[in-house]
């Protein structure tokens, strides 16, 4: 036999004389994939899904006012740790209590498998960074609408004192910080004093002082050295010039220098009365002074004149006169001594103190690296505690905004409701499923029976594989045997097809009272 493919249109009434022939197993296997339908349908567990979307407000009006000022957390970590916060255990132990799992006291292992399930039928989707959505299905509508709700308030607690707790644990890092800087601050600071105070070279402004000084003393030093260097040839001069002169101007009596003084003191007095009166003090002293000079004039030539009667030999009382220029070099040559002697011992005091200077200059250039470093230990200290001041108060604010929940803030922008319809496959989807497959399966069957039987069942179908013409057929004639049985068969057919489609109302008619 050929084994061409055989036209459908010759094949249709082959499927129909089958169907006839095979109806009570059609039947039965309708019946069959139709009431497993509907036993799959009711037995199959409803899901009911419930959602909530929470919006993390990425800025508020206080945001600007305290830029600078504090640290606000941010959004983007949030969002991204929604499932860490969500799944962590803490909220899972308070789900199990909401959700009514604790009522039976599970075991630990049967708490882990129940919050596996719980994960599983849980959905978090993060979108545009900052708006979250939690999803949770169950069978139980009411369960899921609370398991839902209590996993938007708990995620939004949780974040809000995780930030809280953040910005605490900031503080106080920042604050113990702080006191520990503080400490090496005083530290140094103290250090750098007892160095300064067991060394007084190493002050401040010591090296500047002390250079100063040495500048100073040497400008002092050269300029001795310069007066040492003019009295001496000023020694030199008077010298020369006092070997020139002789001590003793001339020879005279006493008399003789008893008026020299008297004229002396006449030319004085003559010059004071051509300015002053007879009054004047000095008029009166050159008065008397002159008087005291004739009375000891007198006196010399009383003596002189006793002596002559008395029959003595009279003496020449003689005067030496001194040289008044030489007593004037004299003078000056003694003077000029002196201020040698004076710059000399000046110049030896300042080579004496520019010799202390520089000594301690040494000692402190010396000091200068360790007074460098403790300086530089305490100036570094300094500063990282005044920016560690800073940072405490920025943390201090972040820490009051946190705690008023005045920075970052959740906002639950749909809130779960209650999920009157259960989600995804439901009763009706199967019993329509079941009506389709309990058709679909016979005669899809039937026509694979038909199709790759290799058996004759129609003329169309022998003169199409035999290529011959078929001259007549026997028609086949029933007994009233065979009419009884097929009647049964009709019977038992209509029955349960009946059965059938009753079972498929009642259960209907039982989901809608349900549903009402």
């Not at 206080?62 to 860490?84: C, F, V, W």
């Not at 969500?86 to 009522?103: A, E, P």
């Not at 080579?351 to 010396?366: H, K």
């Amino acid at each position: 036999m050929s084994e061409e493919l055989v036209p459908f249109g010759s094949l249709l009434p082959v499927v129909l004389s089958e169907a006839r022939r095979h109806r009570i197993t059609m039947c039965l296997i309708f019946a069959a994939i139709a009431m497993a339908a509907l036993v799959i349908g009711v037995l199959w567990p409803k899901k009911f899904n419930a959602s909530t979307t929470i919006l993390a407000q990425e800025s508020s009006i206080i945001t600007p006012l305290m830029e600078g000022a504090a640290s606000p957390t941010a959004n983007k970590n949030r969002a991204g740790i929604a499932r860490d916060v969500i799944f962590s255990r803490k909220v899972m132990d308070q789900i199990l209590i909401t959700g009514g799992w604790m009522r039976t006291h599970p075991a630990p292992i049967e708490q882990d498998r129940i919050i596996e399930g719980i994960k599983a039928r849980t959905t978090v989707q993060i979108s545009q960074d900052n708006l979250i959505t939690i999803s949770y299905y169950d069978s139980d509508p009411g369960r899921a609408y609370d398991v839902t709700r209590q996993l938007a308030r708990l995620f939004i607690s949780e974040s809000l004192a995780s930030k809280q707790r953040e910005s605490r644990d900031a503080y106080e890092f920042i604050n113990s910080q702080v006191e520990a800087y503080r400490t090496k601050l005083t530290d140094a600071e103290d250090k750098l004093k007892a160095y300064r105070d067991a060394n007084a070279d190493a002050r401040p402004g010591s090296e500047a002082d002390t250079n100063s000084r040495i500048s100073q003393l040497r400008s002092q030093i050269e300029s001795s050295r310069m007066d040492l260097m003019e009295k001496r040839s000023q020694e030199a001069s008077l010298n020369a010039q006092l070997s020139g002169e002789s001590e003793v101007n001339a020879v005279q009596t006493t008399q003789g220098i008893y008026q020299a003084q008297l004229a002396e003191l006449q030319t004085q007095l003559d010059k004071l009365l051509l300015t002053y009166t007879a009054q004047y003090p000095d008029v009166v002293r050159v008065r008397h002074q002159m008087q005291d000079l004739q009375q000891q004039l007198a006196q010399s030539e009383q003596r002189k004149q006793n002596a002559s009667l008395a029959g003595m030999p009279t003496t020449l009382d003689n005067g030496v006169q001194i040289n008044p220029l030489y007593q004037q070099l004299r003078s000056q040559v003694s003077a000029t001594r002196s201020d040698i002697a004076a710059t000399s011992a000046r110049m030896s005091a300042s080579e004496a103190m520019l010799q202390s200077e520089l000594e301690r200059s040494n000692r402190i250039a010396n000091s200068e690296n360790v007074t460098s470093e403790l300086t530089r230990d305490y100036n570094v200290n300094r500063d990282v505690y005044q920016d560690l001041l800073k940072r405490r108060e920025n943390a201090r604010v972040s820490m009051n905004l946190d705690a008023e929940q005045r920075g970052l803030t959740f906002l639950i922008q749909n809130p779960a409701v209650m999920p009157l319809v259960p989600s995804g496959l439901r009763f009706m989807h199967f019993a329509i499923a079941g009506i389709a497959l309990a058709l679909a399966v016979p005669f899809g069957l039937l026509f694979a029976l038909v199709r790759f039987d290799p058996r004759v069942r129609s003329v169309e179908q022998l003169e199409h594989s035999t290529g011959l013409m078929v001259l007549a057929t026997v028609p086949f004639y029933s007994t009233p045997q065979d009419r009884r049985r097929e009647q049964l068969r009709n019977v038992f057919l209509v029955a349960t097809v009946l059965t059938v489609v009753v079972v498929y109302l009642l259960l209907f008619g039982l989901k809608l009272k349900g549903m009402a």
